[in-house]
Structures are given as C-alpha cells and as structure tokens.
C-alpha cells in the first residue's frame, strides 16, 4: 500500500494511521461499531443530513486491516460489507405473463422500501433473482422502489451514491478535483433498474423512468436533507443499447474506459460502459461548480 492513500475524499496518510489505532486501542473491547462510530465523531466525519458516516468508516478500518496497516479487534457477528454478496431469502410471487399495453398497466403504484421490512425482502429478492448483477448490499445514501400493478410486483429502481470520478461527467459538469469532492453528494447513481421478464409492455420502461425520476428529489430530500441535482447511470454497452434512458430524455456524454476503481495498473477488466446523465436542476453546474 502507497504511503498515504485517498478513501471516499479523505487523505490517509501515516499520522492517521498511528491515530486510528489509538481510537481502536482506546476502543478496543466494545467492538468495531463503537470504534467506527468514535472515529467519524474524532474527524466530524458525516453525511449531509448529519448522520455518521459509520459504513463507509467501516470500509476504510477493514481496508487497512487487510494491508496490514492496522489491527482490529475480532468482529462480534457476521455482517455485510461493501462489494459481498448478502444471502436474500426467497419470496413467492405471480410469475404468470403480463402482455398488455401500457394504459391497461395502469394505475401503476410506487413504494419507496428502503428499510420497510417485507417490501424490501420482496425487492432484494427480485434484483437478486431477476437482474444480470444481482443483488449487493449498498452502502451510504440509497433508495429503493417497487412499481406495483393490480398488486403485483413489475419493476424495481435503486439509487445510490454518485461514482467517485467519471472522465466525460466531470468534464460535461467543469467542476475542480476539490468542488467535486464537495458536492458529490449533490448527483445521484441509477444502480438498478430491473422489469421482470414476463412483464412485456411497450414503452413502460421509459415512462417508469420518467415518473420515478418525478418523485425521488423529494424523497431525497425528506430522508437525507438535500436534493440531487443531477442524475447518473451506467449501461453496459455491448449488453443494452440505453434506449429506454434517451427515450426519456438522459444524455449520453461517453463511455467509461473499462477500468474498475481498483485498476492501478490501467488493465481493462471490467465491460465498458455508456455514461448518461439526467438534469435535476437547470442551475446544475453554477450549483456543483460554485456551490
């Protein structure tokens, strides 16, 4: 590991190291939430509504735990991490074929399932069953949506945290290395967008996302205390064409370059991807840029 490293915009460089493990040393027999937790009060490390950032602080311990930086006491139950796969319990459901058109679709419902219990065991299930990436746990400021019709299950939406660094959006936005770093959190990523198989209606994706796209500022807005101004996602290319993203009206700005974020030595291993994004806000880049 580089002597000083760079995780989710904070330098961690020896003298941090030495003070994280006093926090842990000073922490040691109440376990890793409580070390995590004193460790992002020490740095005033927190969300925008606030709250600790405690996953991501958690994320970091085990990343420098594993490089051998820093020792940790043994962890007191099995949790999830960034990047494992949870097991999801499965959920019954209608699978029988829908082929409709999209007014007899109508009413469509949506749920918000973010920490709802049963909804959101029935959404885990669905994106782990049904969608090509599966299921993964998601860390930092997320939500989640059911679109439901006649009381079935017919599509999921997740939305995430904003990648790190994206060549052509940053270009596209003209932001500074420092004022990205400062209002990220203003963009929001499109992880997960998923119809079921046997729902075969034309032009429902596009209109999902259009009505979906409608009501997540609010949402934002009423669990985090801000709202997003742009919007993010990622196609593969050679996989899905985005048709249903520009039919409502996103903006293809390129392509990533087929690297993880974890590539330093500039190897293409991962599938290249379109980046499109979405305007919350017509003001977006004066409000990124400038704050």
Not at 247 to 262: C, F
Request: charged content about 25%.
């Amino acid at each position: 590991m580089d002597a000083t490293l760079t995780y989710r915009g904070r330098r961690i460089g020896p003298g941090e190291v030495t003070f994280i493990q006093s926090v842990v040393d000073a922490h040691w027999e109440t376990g890793r939430t409580v070390i995590s937790q004193e460790l992002c009060r020490q740095w005033d490390w927190r969300q925008p509504n606030g709250h600790l950032k405690e996953i991501v602080c958690r994320g970091l311990l085990l990343k420098l735990e594993r490089a051998g930086q820093i020792r940790l006491p043994a962890s007191r139950r099995r949790g999830v991490y960034p990047g494992r796969k949870p097991r999801v319990q499965p959920v019954s459901i209608d699978t029988s074929s829908i082929q409709v058109s999209l007014k007899e679709l109508l009413p469509i419902q949506w749920v918000q399932v973010r920490r709802t219990g049963a909804p959101e065991a029935l959404f885990d299930h669905l994106i782990a069953a049904y969608h090509y990436l599966g299921y993964c746990q998601t860390v930092g400021e997320h939500l989640k949506y059911l679109a439901f019709s006649q009381g079935r299950p017919i599509a999921c939406l997740a939305w995430g945290s904003a990648a790190w660094k994206v060549d052509c959006r940053d270009s596209f936005i003209g932001w500074s290395a420092a004022r990205r770093q400062e209002s990220l959190y203003r963009i929001v990523n499109n992880t997960r967008f998923l119809i079921l198989p046997f729902v075969q209606v034309p032009n429902l994706a596009s209109w999902l996302l259009s009505r979906n796209v409608r009501r997540l500022p609010e949402d934002w807005q009423s669990i985090y205390a801000h709202q997003p101004v742009l919007l993010e996602t990622f196609v593969e290319a050679d996989r899905f064409t985005a048709a249903c993203y520009r039919a409502a009206n996103w903006i293809r700005l390129g392509s990533t370059r087929g690297r993880g974020k974890y590539d330093r030595y500039k190897r293409r291993a991962q599938p290249v991807k379109a980046v499109l994004v979405y305007p919350l806000n017509k003001h977006f880049r004066r409000i990124l840029c400038h704050g």
